[in-house]
Each structure stands twice: as structure tokens, then as C-alpha cells.
């Protein structure tokens, strides 16, 4: 994340422009992570059942919830019922093609069959998988020292295309708070689809480049028009900003 930083500096020092701040994040929801854009429909792995699983299942779904938990990991049980009461909601309504996907981390006593175990004595029926490598790499993206930890619960949105847009770091503390979340990214995505807008892709070139993070970076200073703003507003918030530009960069990049 630092590099990424230095880059869009080094583009804010070549313009002759100073940045300002970074957008707030809304403070009832748990921390932005660092993996937004980067796209994880890669993945191949089982269920609990031992079935096979990859990441053409994000491709049946507007959005996908993921949820990253482990049996001994107290926040991630706490807010478990809210991502039960969501799976709910949505399976009541699968015309909105929005599901609910646990990955539970294998490590010490966290294990397919303790998983089982919360799961089936709390009456938890949306679907869960094991871990892989991809969603490993989605956790390690907020380890901004390289000290091998990182924190648990993590949150994220995928689109039908398995790109992640919105990355979440703790537990959300009701579902009121979840449900707004996910219902605000489904009309986004909802609009996207419905138009065919890429997001990143800002000049309308049919490319996610460094070009359009440095054009969203001058609309979020005031030097150009905003213009584009369904593709320009990466992170949703209803604004287009420097956060923005990061991350239409780290599209750009591959990351």
C-alpha cells in the first residue's frame, strides 16, 4: 500500500499539484482493508462437504458477500447471526442475485469439523468453504509492516466478475449496519450492469490504466470536471476522491 502511495505521489509531484486527505471511512463500519480491485474468481477449493468449489460461483451473482472466519476467532461468531439474517433475507428474494459465503480458516483448533459444529448447533445454513491460497492473499493485503499477523473477521464484496469492491476489517456490529452496506453495493452494481460501466475505466477506452487513476486524482483536486462518475467512484461513497485514484491505480497494476 505504501508503494502504491509513493506512485500516486510521484504522478501528484510531475502534475504540480498537492494531495489532500484520504476520504473518511463511515466510522460505524468496520476498517477499509486494501484489497479492493484485486480479483480472486481464481480461486479452487471445497466446501465442508469436500465438495469442489472455484470462483465461477461468483459468476451467478450480481454480489457476493465473503466472509472470512475461524471457530476460535470471538468477533467472527458474534456477528455471525447478522450474515445468517442476511442469507435470509436474500434467499427470500434470489431475483436480487446476492449471496452469502463463509470461508472458514483452517488453523489449530478452526477446522472443517469445529466449523460444522458452529455452523449446525446455531442453525447457520448459508454456504461455506475452506480456505486457499487467494483468500489468504486478500487477509495479508492489510499487513502494510510485513509483520506475518493480521486481524480477523475480514469482509468483502465481490462483483459478478469476482473483482473485489469493498474490503472490511472486524465485525460489524448489527445488521442494520451490514445490510446497509451490501444493499447500497447492489444498487451500484445493479447500475453497472444495467449500463456497462467499468469500473476504473474513466476515458471510456475499454481499459483500466494509470491514466485513469491520474484523471480521477485531478477531479478529485477540482483541477479537471468530475465527469464518468459511475466508473470514477471505485469505493462507492458518492463522491469521487483520492481514494479513488489509489485504487483505480492498483486496478491498473494488477493488484
Not at 449471496?99 to 478452526?110: A, D, E, K, T
Request: glycine fraction near 8%.
Amino acid at each position: 500500500m505504501k508503494r502504491i502511495l509513493s506512485l500516486m505521489l510521484a504522478a501528484v509531484l510531475a502534475l504540480g499539484i498537492v494531495s489532500p486527505a484520504l476520504a473518511k471511512t463511515t466510522p460505524e463500519l468496520p476498517t477499509r482493508g486494501d484489497a479492493i480491485g484485486m480479483n480472486i474468481s481464481d480461486f479452487v477449493t471445497v466446501d465442508l462437504d469436500n465438495n469442489p468449489v472455484d470462483g465461477s460461483i461468483f459468476h451467478d451473482n450480481t454480489l457476493t458477500v465473503v466472509n472470512m472466519w475461524a471457530t476460535w476467532c470471538g468477533p467472527c461468531l458474534n456477528e455471525m447471526p447478522h450474515f445468517q439474517q442476511l442469507h435470509e433475507v436474500y434467499s427470500a428474494t434470489p431475483e436480487d442475485d446476492v449471496m452469502m459465503l463463509g470461508v472458514l480458516l483452517i488453523n489449530g483448533s478452526s477446522n472443517v469439523n469445529s466449523g460444522k459444529q458452529v455452523l449446525n448447533s446455531n442453525g447457520y445454513t448459508f454456504y461455506n468453504i475452506v480456505h486457499c491460497s487467494t483468500f489468504i492473499d486478500v487477509l495479508y493485503t492489510t499487513d502494510d509492516n510485513n509483520t506475518g499477523s493480521v486481524s480477523i473477521p475480514q469482509t468483502v464484496i465481490v462483483d459478478r466478475n469476482g473483482v473485489i469492491r469493498d474490503h472490511r476489517v472486524g465485525s460489524f456490529p448489527n445488521y442494520a449496519t451490514l445490510n446497509n452496506l451490501v444493499s447500497n453495493w447492489l444498487e451500484v452494481l445493479l447500475e453497472e450492469e444495467a449500463g456497462a460501466v467499468t469500473p476504473g475505466d474513466v476515458d471510456n477506452d475499454g481499459n483500466v490504466a494509470i491514466g485513469d487513476a491520474v484523471m480521477v486524482m485531478r477531479m478529485a483536486m477540482g483541477l479537471v470536471e468530475e465527469s464518468n462518475i459511475e466508473a470514477a467512484d471505485i469505493n462507492a461513497n458518492g463522491s469521487v476522491d483520492i481514494g479513488d485514484a489509489v485504487q483505480i491505480l492498483r486496478m491498473a497494476m494488477g493488484l
